[in-house]
């Protein structure tokens, strides 16, 4: 049992000062502020002057980010290599940026990579692998007009055969990306009512087709303004149902290269931070000095943090979940507590997961210490420091 105190200290939704918290068994047991106690504590007189007897921290204690988009790290894609052990080097890459949860994410594939992929997730699940919560399919249900990177040849409709991997129930949260114009409202009632989080992205609907999809349950807009259905004076698209509709929580890049940081503000604006969440769309090279990577019959290249196929597209990212919050903080100039909001309790919520993104008494004990200029110090997973 330890006792951890920070001067600054965010909960997951607002930040304090002077606040200590207990863990044990790698679960927060008890927490205290100078506004008072909860659940017990060391000074029960709610007074100023605490007392640390354990460990006293001087930076800013957060809760750990919960990225929901992570394609690779460490050198490893989880597409080119379906396995527990490139999940284990995804974490460890993107762990030392802040992140102490991922939902690693297939995109656009056959029917077997999803299968390897579902199996390595769901045998990281059993062996209780730290960091992954679940799965992200990104595809293979898309829209091939706005496809991006994932290969046209696999771009395709629903079949009972992906279904079965999808509503597996072995894989901790499933996030679903589809294009809502290629999957029917019938069907994401059904893979909701199965426990799927259902997003919609790559996608060109027309809005009362977005519409229909998020009455049908959709929750969730991957990778806001990348590769959608733009806003126009009468056809709001996909940009436009995701920044209106109070029920969709949007993904962001907040890279400065995938989106214009005027669009990045407005999401904020729009839909305030509890309805934007921070992702990286990571890719191999992050935690890595990867500069090429072999992709399909072509190649990824690195420059500078751009990732490009050599026709100029957009591969995903080298971000990582501290810059993009750095990003959102510095050059946005969003305030602090709606950015690290919009890491932490954001994704969580929308996941559905309740013991994370907070450090509330009954959270697992992850959580970061980062310093003045913005950059992680410690990042402790389960109550131990990494
Ligand atoms: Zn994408």
């Not at 790559?202 to 977005?210: K, L, M």
């Amino acid at each position: 049992m330890t006792w951890f105190c920070a001067k600054q200290f965010f909960d997951g939704t607002n930040l304090k000062t002077n606040y200590r918290f207990q863990v044990k068994d790698g679960v927060v047991t008890s927490t205290e502020s100078d506004q008072g106690s909860n659940g017990g504590g060391l000074n029960d007189q709610g007074s100023n002057d605490f007392l640390c007897p354990d460990v006293q921290f001087n930076g800013l204690v957060t809760p750990g980010f919960l990225d929901a988009q992570v394609n690779g790290g460490g050198g490893v894609l989880l597409n080119q290599a379906p396995s527990v052990v490139t999940l284990k080097t995804m974490f460890s890459a993107h762990q030392q940026f802040g992140t102490t949860s991922m939902l690693p994410t297939l995109i656009t594939d056959n029917l077997s990579v999803m299968q390897n992929a579902a199996d390595a997730i769901a045998q990281a699940k059993s062996e209780n692998i730290e960091g992954v919560v679940g799965v992200h399919f990104e595809g293979p249900h898309l829209s091939v007009a706005k496809r991006g990177i994932h290969p046209s040849d696999q771009v395709r409709a629903i079949t009972d055969a992906e279904l079965k991997v999808i509503t597996r129930n072995d894989l901790g949260k499933v996030l679903l990306t589809v294009a809502p114009e290629n999957v029917s409202p019938d069907v994401i009632k059904d893979l909701v009512s199965q426990g799927v989080i259902v997003a919609l992205g790559h996608s060109n609907a027309d809005f009362n087709t977005v519409l229909a999809a998020i009455d049908a349950g959709a929750t969730g807009v991957t990778h806001l303004f990348n590769a959608m259905s733009g806003l126009q004076a009468r056809a709001p698209g996909l940009i436009g149902a995701a920044l209106d509709d109070e029920r969709i929580t949007a993904g962001l890049i907040v890279d400065l290269l995938h989106v214009h940081e005027t669009n990045c503000r407005l999401a904020f604006k729009a839909k305030s931070a509890k309805g934007v969440m921070l992702v990286t769309d990571a890719m191999a090279h992050v935690g890595s000095d990867l500069m090429s990577l072999p992709w399909l019959d072509s190649t990824i290249t690195r420059v500078g943090d751009k990732l490009t196929t050599p026709d100029g597209t957009l591969a995903g990212s080298c971000l990582d979940m501290m810059a993009a919050v750095r990003n959102s903080q510095q050059v946005l100039g969003i305030p602090l507590e709606d950015v690290l909001h919009s890491a932490t309790q954001v994704p969580a919520k929308f996941l559905g997961l309740n013991d994370i993104g907070h450090l509330n008494v009954g959270a697992k004990a992850d959580f970061l210490v980062i310093n003045d200029n913005m950059q992680i110090e410690q990042v402790y997973q389960s109550g131990r420091l990494i």
